[in-house]
């Protein structure tokens, strides 16, 4: 008994984060930010920054990075500043799911611009090159 007891407590101190993966309250909204800047569009871009900042701001500190990227991205008006300020917000959602974990989500790099962003599996959608250069970028993890 006091065996398992022990053990249990172990699994509880030392055992796997909250979040087994990025939480889909934040990864949606960023998947649709991802493709619709992919396709040249701002399209819902603002709605789906804010639902991702307020989701983030949720998670305390570790989502700190995210909802201020999220917000400065939420605030742009047009797709070059969209852009621009979807680097910040595709770094910190890396960073954090480093920490937790990417689920089925896949990290793409562009040597172009040099930024990372992440992705569902399949076909490269660069979002900062949009149809100029769509399929400008590899899978790193």
């Known amino acids: 008994m006091k065996r398992f007891l022990l053990a249990g407590l172990l699994t509880v101190a030392v055992g796997t984060p909250a979040a087994a993966e990025l939480a889909d309250d934040v990864a949606a909204p960023y998947l649709h930010i991802q493709l619709a800047l992919a396709n040249d569009s701002i399209d819902g871009v603002g709605d ?65 611009v040099d930024k990372s962003w992440v992705q569902a599996a399949g076909d490269i959608r660069n979002p900062f090159y949009g149809s100029m250069m769509l399929t400008c970028g590899e899978f790193t993890k």
Request: glycine share 10%; charged share 20%; proline share 3%.
């Open 48 to 112: 789906a920054a804010a639902s991702i900042a307020a989701s983030a701001a949720a998670l305390g500190e570790a989502g700190a990075d995210i909802a201020a990227s999220a917000e400065a991205l939420a605030a742009a008006k047009d797709l070059r500043t969209a852009r621009a300020v979807f680097g910040p917000l595709s770094d910190a959602l890396i960073a954090y799911g480093e920490e937790v974990g990417f689920g089925d989500l896949r990290v793409a790099y562009c040597p172009m």
